[in-house]
């Protein structure tokens, strides 16, 4: 089992910065992605962001220019700055990891953190 803890959430004005951290620890064999989510009040969960093993990245377009993810292999570490924070990005974020099952990795295993709250005020 991998474990994911969460930090960095929180209140901040529109305009504004935030960065968002998850480590991963536990039983992990190799990681092959890393990711952000999120889930506003009454809506799916969304992709926010995701970056490879081989450091490729995916934005969702709605914070492209705004937010970079980042992470430290070595730390098993994946960060998300957040600038020119938006009421719209008011949401729970939650931390993704996808790991290989065994150590041929014929099979990935999903896991996810408890989420942090990220707030804008207008």
């Given at each position: 089992q991998v474990q994911l803890v969460e930090s960095g959430?929180?209140?901040?004005?529109?305009g504004g910065s935030l960065r968002l951290s998850c480590a991963a620890s536990?039983?992990?064999f190799s990681i092959r992605a890393m990711g952000w989510?999120?889930?506003?009040?009454?809506?799916?969960?969304e992709l926010v962001a995701t970056i490879s093993r081989g450091g490729?990245?995916?934005?969702?377009?709605?914070?492209?220019g705004r937010f970079t993810?980042?992470?430290?292999?070595?730390?098993?570490t994946v960060y998300l700055q957040m600038n020119s924070l938006?009421?719209?990005?008011?949401?729970?974020y939650y931390c993704n990891v996808?790991?290989?099952?065994?150590?041929?990795?014929?099979?990935e295993?999903?896991?996810?953190?408890?989420?942090?709250?990220?707030?804008?005020s207008s």
């Open positions: 959430g929180g209140l901040v004005q529109a536990g039983s992990i989510y999120r889930q506003a009040p009454g809506k799916q969960r490729s990245t995916i934005y969702a377009d709605s914070v492209k993810i980042s992470r430290d292999i070595a730390k098993n938006q009421p719209e990005d008011t949401a729970d996808r790991d290989c099952s065994n150590r041929w990795c014929t099979r295993s999903d896991y996810w953190g408890q989420g942090t709250q990220v707030t804008v």
